[in-house]
């Protein structure tokens, strides 16, 4: 059935899901500088690919093999870099030299092996916008925190107050790039060195814990990392693979956002 074009809302994207790769991105799980970890990489390109589908024509949209070649050469050719953030923003740069073209950029980059705390690892999202230079979206910046798998107390059932359990954590978490947050805080860029004081904290913060509800534990999660670094906002899950025999897991979400002068929302 052909439709006109003026008859269609379109968002149309051409993607990568989970393209693993090895490179050199600030410092390892152990904190040594120059060690080369897993990279798993997903881009989203947006793309009007109305043309393409009516005319069945590979050459009216974008090629999702070249840009996995593109992005591979760029890994395999660098030697190192920085952070996650100054990744992402130079693969943004890649999309521009081989043209690319479409409309705004994602990019998810994820290490799975850079915490031994993460069994997920951590990682970044990030957003272009589309154009001839494709800015960054600074809104768009989430730092991710996969799979902290942490032991405390926590429940209102008597045997759930006589030994720890473990719940599960998810992080994501917006920087405050202005300066509106507190000075005497730590500022979160994507270095690892700023990791190794972020995740320590929100870990012994759990794990000294002996809240009844999950609610109460993802809220102190969240202050704990408002307060003391330069968060804009969090979004924190906590589950309890234990909470229900036949469930896999049961838990909370909440998103809480740094408001100068009153603290947290």
Not at 43 to 70: F, H, M, N, P, R
Not at 84 to 110: I, P
């Amino acid at each position: 059935m052909n439709v006109s074009n003026d008859r269609l809302d379109t968002h149309d994207t051409v993607f990568l899901r989970s393209l693993c790769l090895s490179a050199v991105i600030g410092k390892d799980a152990w904190g040594r500088a120059g060690k080369a970890q897993p990279l798993i990489l997903s881009i989203a390109l947006q793309q009007d690919l109305v043309i393409a589908a009516a005319q069945d024509d590979i050459k009216e949209t974008v090629s999702y093999g070249q840009i996995c070649k593109d992005a591979t050469k760029f890994v395999e050719e660098s030697r190192a870099f920085d952070d996650l953030l100054s990744f992402n923003t130079l693969l943004c740069k890649v999309a521009l030299l081989n043209k690319w073209g479409g409309g705004n950029l994602d990019v998810l980059t994820m290490l799975p092996k850079a915490s031994l705390r993460a069994e997920g690892g951590l990682g970044l999202k990030t957003s272009f916008f589309g154009g001839k230079d494709m800015m960054i979206d600074d809104s768009s910046i989430k730092f991710l925190v996969k799979e902290m798998k942490l032991y405390c107390i926590i429940g209102v059932n008597s045997h759930e107050r006589l030994s720890k359990q473990l719940v599960v954590v998810n992080l994501m978490i917006e920087e405050n790039r202005s300066e509106d947050y507190p000075q005497d805080t730590r500022r979160i860029d994507g270095h690892a060195s700023n990791w190794q004081f972020l995740l320590p904290d929100v870990i012994e913060t759990v794990e000294s814990s002996k809240f009844e509800t999950l609610e109460a534990l993802a809220t102190e999660i969240a202050t704990t990392a408002l307060t003391r670094y330069s968060v804009r906002s969090i979004d924190v899950s906590v589950e309890k693979p234990s909470a229900l025999a036949f469930v896999e897991g049961a838990g909370v979400q909440i998103k809480r956002t740094f408001v100068k002068d009153s603290g947290l929302k």
